[in-house]
């Protein structure tokens, strides 16, 4: 039986194969990984980084993008999905983090889901990314992925961040959801899985 350290090796290993690059660590503002977080939901990776960069261009602070007005930003967020949403969201967010945090980004899981269109995915996401404090952040593909190879078996997208943080040492936690978001995306896709090239055949529960 397979250890969870060792799932999550031959999952990364078997990206390093594939050419998949580390995800990028330090020396990105916590308001860019905050606003790129919300621009991401339900949006390709590359329309995210586009409509991201041109928002961060046109409105670089907090303040700036409060006081940006609405039809404008939902312009620039018209390619990502729900763009009128994620306008009002980031408009709303800009002006509480003016209003209530000075213009910086919260550090705090509390502070940080306080915000419009902050959950705790996000919230998770930028502790770890931004300030560099262990969090286990679940999406579709983290918490699928756990429960097809029997690391968890979990319900709810909160269990399996429970579950992964009891099962991962403190420190391996932010790195986990760029490990098994890459690995949802190439090899054990939603449907249709690539199991016959996954270095998890054999032990895995969805596919043994
Ligand atoms: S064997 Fe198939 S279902 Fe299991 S982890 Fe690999 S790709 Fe996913």
Redesign the pocket.
């Known amino acids: 039986m397979r250890t969870p350290a060792e799932t999550v090796r031959l999952m990364t290993e078997h990206l390093g194969d594939m050419g998949v690059p580390a995800p990028l660590s330090g020396g990105v503002s916590p308001f860019n990984v905050l606003v790129g977080t919300v621009v991401s939901l339900r949006t390709r990776d590359a329309v995210t980084l586009e409509v991201t960069k041109r928002l961060l261009q046109r409105a670089p602070t907090p303040c700036e993008l409060a006081g940006a007005p609405l039809c404008e930003l939902e312009e620039l967020l018209r390619p990502a999905g729900f763009f009128r949403v994620k306008a009002r969201q980031l408009k709303e967010t800009a002006r509480l983090l003016c209003e209530r945090h000075g213009g910086v980004v919260p550090r705090n899981r509390d502070e940080l889901t306080a915000l419009p269109g902050v959950g705790g995915k996000t919230a998770a996401f930028v502790m770890g990314m931004a300030f560099g404090i262990p969090a286990v952040c679940v999406d579709v593909h983290v918490h699928r992925?756990s429960n097809?190879?029997g690391l968890l078996a979990t319900r709810t997208p909160e269990q399996t961040e429970a579950g992964l943080m009891r099962i991962f040492p403190r420190e391996e936690w932010t790195g986990l959801n760029h490990v098994f978001v890459c690995f949802g995306q190439r090899?054990?896709l939603p449907v249709r899985?690539?199991?016959t090239a996954?270095p998890?055949?054999g032990e895995?529960e969805?596919?043994p």
């Open positions: 992925i097809r190879t090899v054990c899985p690539r199991c996954c998890l055949k895995c969805w596919n």
